[in-house]
């Protein structure tokens, strides 16, 4: 229990902290934090100081004009550590949104849907509590993730209404690296200007063409790059969504005879109004002729000549098996007259994204904790944004074992150690 309280007391300064800025939704999640705890430990009867902070967080709801029904059932199930009653908060929570467990759930129709993403993800979190006091909740998960994700792939679905197109290109011009594919985009948008204004004085233009093939290794920012042109495109009222449905060879080529058109014309479907963005899209043409994927990618054309202003096709992979899918299939070849080739990373501008990243996240990385992370980069970790993610993680994931373990006060500052041994364990 000792070390338990101590890595709880991180929990309870920022509970105490926030207490008077929380309002109805912050109550919620702070409650299902400690909850947490409490399953995950088994504590049936708590510490002192727990009991506090929850006592506190009831309180508050008093201070609201409706103590919601979720807020009832949670405080319950803080009680009596009951899954059923857990499984109740789920579905309160869910009918306060309008729906049921096991809806299919028109996304397009959702007026708040940051406000329902973040209602999901906290039932997401008490039936996975309730599955570990011996409730049948897997359904339930199931369904909950289907959803969420599907919210997800709608990119920035918690501020489409507040882009404009010079907010997205200043998003644009803040990225690190990517000079050629900024320099790429600022092409498309003249492009499209300048057959605007052709159409508007009665000249003939030429049909737009915005389906366009990405080539480049992974981590090069392809995908990132994919969900701000689909931004960039509602912005300009070329889509009316603006939405990128990411889709692999897996999501789109099925198992037997018949299925695959079926399959891969509910994916076009579900793009419509935004971009469908096909990663690894050479995997169609990985068994030639006898292979489903050839039927996914006749499928895909089709749906490109029938819709074709309705929505954007965005193929992604190496370059190599890029060309070559391309070239093997005349329909695909005809419609795709756009490439952007992304170059790999320099290594100082991955280090760059690492900085950016710590600093967003309100973390400080020392001179020489840089300088260590450098040469790992220069010794042959190149080219690869991903990697930088994954890495700037594990070192917060370092920093925080370092401060709960030593009880420290710092709570910024990465050190040359903590990447030592990311480092370490990278290599095992």
């Given at each position: ?49 727990m ?25 319950s199930?803080?009680l009596?550590l ?22 299919d759930?028109d996304l ?28 049948d ?62 159409k ?9 063409t915005l ?19 689909a ?42 109004g ?110 690869n ?13 370092r ?24 480092i ?5």
């Amino acid at each position: 229990m000792g070390n338990q309280m101590s890595s709880y007391e991180w929990m309870s300064k920022a509970i105490n902290q926030n207490l008077t800025k929380y309002e109805d939704e912050d109550i919620e999640e702070a409650m299902i934090r400690l909850l947490r705890i409490k399953v995950k430990k088994k504590i049936h009867t708590l510490d002192e100081q727990m009991d506090l902070d929850y006592s506190r967080l009831i309180e508050k709801t008093g201070d609201l004009e409706t103590v919601r029904t979720p807020l009832i059932y949670l405080n319950s199930f803080y009680l009596c550590l009951n899954g059923d009653v857990a499984m109740k908060y789920v579905q309160s929570a869910l009918a306060e949104k309008g729906i049921r467990i096991g809806d299919d759930v028109d996304l397009n129709n959702v007026s708040d849907l940051k406000d329902l993403y973040d209602g999901l993800k906290r039932a997401y979190k008490v039936a996975e509590l309730a599955s570990l006091l011996n409730v049948d909740a897997q359904k339930t998960l199931e369904w909950l993730h289907l959803t969420i994700r599907a919210i997800e792939k709608i990119e920035h679905f918690d501020q489409h209404e507040k882009d404009t197109k010079e907010s997205i290109l200043k998003e644009l011009e803040s990225m690190i690296g990517l000079d050629s594919i900024k320099q790429e985009i600022y092409d498309l948008l003249h492009w499209i200007e300048f057959s605007k204004l052709r159409k508007q004085s009665g000249f003939k233009t030429q049909p737009l063409t915005l389906h366009t093939v990405y080539s480049g290794n992974p981590g090069t920012g392809k995908t990132t790059i994919a969900r701000l042109v689909a931004r960039l495109l509602k912005a300009m009222g070329l889509l009316s969504n603006g939405h990128v449905v990411e889709v692999s060879r897996q999501d789109l080529v099925a198992e037997y005879i018949g299925q695959t058109a079926i399959k891969t014309q509910k994916q076009i479907d579900l793009a419509q109004g935004g971009v469908l963005f096909i990663d690894e899209a050479y995997a169609l043409a990985r068994g030639g002729d006898i292979d489903f994927g050839k039927e996914a990618i006749d499928t895909l054309v089709k749906g490109m000549e029938d819709k074709r202003d309705q929505f954007v096709v965005i193929l992604a992979g190496y370059r190599h098996e890029m060309k070559q899918l391309i070239s093997i299939n005349p329909g695909l070849e005809s419609r795709f007259t756009r490439y952007f080739d992304f170059p790999d990373y320099e290594v100082t501008e991955l280090m760059q994204i690492a900085e950016l990243q710590l600093a967003q996240s309100q973390y400080v990385l020392e001179d020489r904790a840089k300088n260590k992370m450098l040469l790992f980069l220069e010794r042959g970790h190149q080219g690869n944004g991903r990697l930088i993610r994954n890495f700037v993680e594990a070192l917060i994931m370092r920093k925080a074992v370092h401060s709960v373990t030593y009880a420290s006060n710092d709570l910024q500052l990465i050190t040359e150690e903590m990447v030592s041994q990311v480092i370490r364990d990278w290599k095992r």
